[in-house]
């Protein structure tokens, strides 16, 4: 009796069956498309079939087999940064420069609706007495200035 090696299943979290393809591909999903991460994929995939094969030529069931293939199989951490480092920095310019960009657009909304908060709790609680908001104001102020020089200094780089 022949299985197909590709339709082998893993039950993940009890509801969702997905095939070893499947595992292999989640593991690699965040790293970018190259040649090299589709024969390390494939390789992984063969290396995995195979033992859920030896496995159940061993008496073991079918998704037992799968389930202690996954579980022994280990943490790919190592890999996946070999790839990423060897995919090129172009792709990690263009996210730090999106990254960089978000962080001070962040920071420079958050202080303003930080400043207007403190000047709302000036105005309703204490306007006549004194204008206190203006001192936190300078301290909110330096969030977006250290995003702004943290920025400069990416840039030089």
Do not use: C
Not at 86 to 112: D, H, P
Not at 130 to 154: D, G, I, K
């Amino acid at each position: 009796m022949e299985i197909n090696k590709r339709d082998y299943r893993h039950i993940i979290g009890g509801e969702k069956m997905i095939t070893i393809k499947d595992y292999v591909e989640g593991l690699f999903r965040e790293i970018p498309d190259s040649q090299e991460k589709e024969n390390i994929k494939n390789e992984i995939i063969l290396n995995l079939e195979e033992k859920v094969q030896d496995l159940m030529e061993s008496g073991k069931a079918e998704e037992d087999a799968i389930n202690k293939s996954i579980v022994e199989f280990g943490d790919i951490t190592e890999i996946k940064m070999n790839l990423l480092a060897e995919s090129g920095s172009v792709q990690t310019k263009k996210v730090s420069k999106v990254n960089y960009a978000n962080r001070m657009w962040f920071s420079i909304w958050g202080a303003i609706l930080i400043i207007g908060l403190f000047f709302f709790i000036n105005y309703t609680t204490s306007w006549y007495v004194h204008p206190w908001f203006v001192y936190p104001t300078f301290a909110v102020l330096w969030w977006p200035l250290a995003t702004f020089f943290s920025w400069l200094n990416h840039r030089q780089k």
